[in-house]
C-alpha cells in the first residue's frame, strides 16, 4: 500500500502477556517512529529508527518495552507481561532522509489490557 | 519532559470565523515545527509544516506563524468549517531528528 500500515488494528490481551505490534513504514522512508497515545492524552515518543544508526530509545517507559526494525523495513514494537497502563493507541510514523519532510502515520493499533 | 506544549485542550468556534490554535514550545534547538490533524480512530495526518528560517508559512485556509522570540507558534484557520472539527497537534524537531509532539486541542467548528 502507499501509506503506513499497522497490524493489528485492534488487540485485547490480559495482564501479564507479551504483546507485538507490527508497523510497515513507507516504502523507501528510512525514518520510523513509535508514539503512544493514551486516552485523552497526546502523543508520547517512545523510540526512533534513522537508518542503520543506533535506535534512540529515551522515550521507553521501561525495560518491558523494546522495538527492533531491520533495515529500512518492517518494524515491531514488543510488550513484555503488559499492565493495565499500557492500554493506549499504539502509533507508528516514517519519514523520508530529505530534510525538513513530515512524518506519515498509519492507523495505529488499539491495545486493551485487562 | 514537555518539550512542546498546548495549553489549552478545546476551542470551540462558529463556522466562518477564524481558529487560532497555539503552541509553545521550550527547546531553543528545534528548527522545524508541524501542525497535524487528527480524527478519532485515524492516525495523525501532516497539516502545514514552518521552518525556524520563516515566521509565516500559507496554505489555502492555513497559516502557521513562528514566534522565535518567544518561542511560540500559532496556527489559523479562515474560514473555519464544521469539517475541521478534529484534534490538533503541534510538533517539533531538532536537527530532522526525532519529533515531539504537543497534548494536542481538539476544535469544534459550529455550523
Known amino acids: 500500500g502507499a501509506g503506513v500500515s499497522q497490524s493489528p488494528s485492534n488487540k485485547v490481551t490480559e495482564k501479564g502477556k507479551d504483546v507485538e505490534l507490527r508497523c510497515d513504514p513507507i516504502?523507501?522512508?528510512?525514518?520510523l517512529y513509535w508514539y503512544r497515545q493514551r486516552l485523552g492524552q497526546g502523543l508520547e515518543f517512545l523510540i526512533y529508527f534513522q537508518g542503520n544508526s543506533a535506535p534512540d530509545k529515551s522515550g521507553l517507559p521501561s525495560d518491558r518495552f523494546s522495538a527492533e526494525r531491520t533495515g529500512e523495513s518492517v518494524s515491531t514494537l514488543t510488550i513484555q507481561r503488559t499492565q493495565q497502563e499500557d492500554s493506549a493507541v499504539y502509533l507508528c510514523?516514517?519519514?523520508?532522509?530529505?530534510?525538513?519532510?513530515?512524518?506519515?502515520f498509519g492507523d495505529g493499533t488499539r491495545l486493551s489490557i485487562l | 519532559d514537555q518539550q512542546v506544549k498546548q495549553n489549552s485542550p478545546s476551542l470551540s468556534v462558529q463556522e466562518g470565523r477564524i481558529s487560532i490554535l497555539n503552541c509553545d514550545y521550550t527547546?531553543?534547538?528545534?528548527?522545524?515545527f508541524l501542525w497535524y490533524k487528527k480524527y478519532p480512530a485515524e492516525g495523525p495526518t501532516f497539516l502545514i509544516s514552518i521552518s525556524s528560517i520563516k515566521d509565516k508559512n500559507e496554505d489555502g485556509r492555513f497559516t502557521v506563524f513562528l514566534n522565535k522570540s518567544a518561542k511560540h507558534l500559532s496556527l489559523h484557520i479562515v474560514p473555519s468549517q464544521p469539517g475541521d472539527s478534529a484534534v490538533y497537534f503541534c510538533a517539533a524537531s531538532a536537527y530532522h531528528n526525532d519529533m515531539r509532539f504537543g497534548a494536542g486541542t481538539r476544535l469544534t467548528v459550529k455550523p
Open positions: 527547546n531553543s534547538m528545534f528548527d522545524y
Open positions: 510514523a516514517s519519514r523520508p532522509a530529505r530534510d525538513n519532510q513530515p512524518q506519515h
Open positions: 516504502s523507501g522512508h528510512t525514518a
